[in-house]
């Protein structure tokens, strides 16, 4: 398998990962490629390959894409490790939740890296701006909220209120995406038991 050009192509391929690696003798067992599949579905991250994502600042939207199109490539190779029943040396050892929490950390440190990059080429009078952005749309509050309660990824949306019940999500904040990452984790395990 290969990154796809699109976002919610990527999620149609994390969903496929997921299924592999719950089934494929051998693979090692992982929650963690479900939840991409939710993150990037056209319901959350995926919105941006569609109509919806003009709601979204274009200067948020890209530092958005930048980001996802540079994490790819290492998770479908991720991927195909863990296919082959193998993990990188950082996750060796691990297994179940404790393996999925280490992967949203290990994708949370990449995140902060290509975020980081993608941020520092913007002019600095929108880079606070762009944080704000981007931190709205999981923060979301009001009429906003509902729409997204209507139409967006419900895993996603159950993950954002568990993980800040009271708000306050900071993209930017790595330590706030790793929550939202764990929470994702922990209601993927939930609906398993």
């Known amino acids: 398998m290969a990154p796809q050009s699109a976002i919610p192509l990527n999620s149609i391929k994390y ?5 592999i690696l719950q089934t494929e003798e051998g693979a090692v067992r992982s929650h963690w490629f479900g939840a991409a599949a939710d993150v990037t579905s056209l319901d959350a991250l995926g919105a ?3 109509p919806a994502g003009a709601l979204v600042d274009d200067a948020a939207a890209d530092v958005l894409r ?3 199109h540079k994490l790819a490539p290492a998770n479908y190779t991720l991927f195909e490790q863990m296919r082959a029943g193998e993990l990188p040396d950082d996750l060796q050892g691990l297994s179940g939740k ?11 440190a990449l995140v902060q890296q290509h975020y980081e990059a993608a941020v520092a080429k913007l002019p600095e009078a929108e880079r606070a701006a762009v944080a704000a952005e981007l931190s709205r749309l999981i923060d979301l509050d009001g009429v906003e909220e509902r729409i997204a309660d209507l139409l967006g990824d419900q895993g996603v949306r159950d993950a ?9 999500f900071d993209f930017a904040n790595r330590a706030h995406r790793e929550a939202l990452g764990k929470a994702m984790i922990d209601l993927r395990y939930e609906a398993v038991r």
């Open 98 to 108: 404790a393996l999925d929490y280490a992967l949203v950390e290990r994708e949370q």
């Open 160 to 168: 954002v209120d568990k993980a800040f019940p009271n708000g306050g």
């Open 66 to 68: 930048t980001v996802h």
């Open 15 to 19: 969903g496929q990962m997921h299924e």
């Open 48 to 50: 941006l390959d569609s």
